[in-house]
């Protein structure tokens, strides 16, 4: 069974930073896509960096020059890499990975908290 379990979250300070991680394990299907969601409450969830196609990467504007998306097929992981981090930042990161089975996997979830 296909499972992801994402890390790296945790609290930091305005400026700080930290590398979200998203591991895929049950499956013998290479990472095609990657996805990293957000989600405060109150607000709707935010696509904030993904991989559509091939090495092929994209951000929001928010997170644009500050955020790294990428992957690392020989571990079958996937990486949210965050550089000066801003309160505004503040959410619950979920990963979703497409494999290429062509079937698309969610992770658990991982609050990163940005506060002085």
């Known amino acids: 069974q296909v499972r992801l379990v994402e890390s790296g979250g945790g609290s930091v300070q305005p400026g700080g930073s930290l590398r979200l991680s998203c591991a895929v394990s049950?499956?013998?299907?290479?990472?095609?896509?990657v996805d990293w969601y957000r989600q405060t409450p109150g607000k709707e969830r935010e696509l904030v960096a993904a991989?559509?196609?091939?090495?092929?990467?994209s951000y929001a504007d928010s997170v644009k020059g500050r955020f790294t998306i990428s992957r690392d097929n020989d571990k079958n992981t996937v990486y949210l890499q965050m550089n000066s981090l801003e309160p505004e930042d503040t959410a619950v990161y979920y990963c979703?990975?497409?494999?290429?089975?062509?079937?698309?996997?969610w992770g658990q979830g991982t609050q990163v908290t940005v506060s002085s």
């Open positions: 991989i559509p196609l091939g090495t092929t990467t």
């Open positions: 049950g499956s013998i299907f290479r990472i095609r896509t």
């Open positions: 979703n990975v497409g494999l290429s089975s062509m079937r698309n996997y």
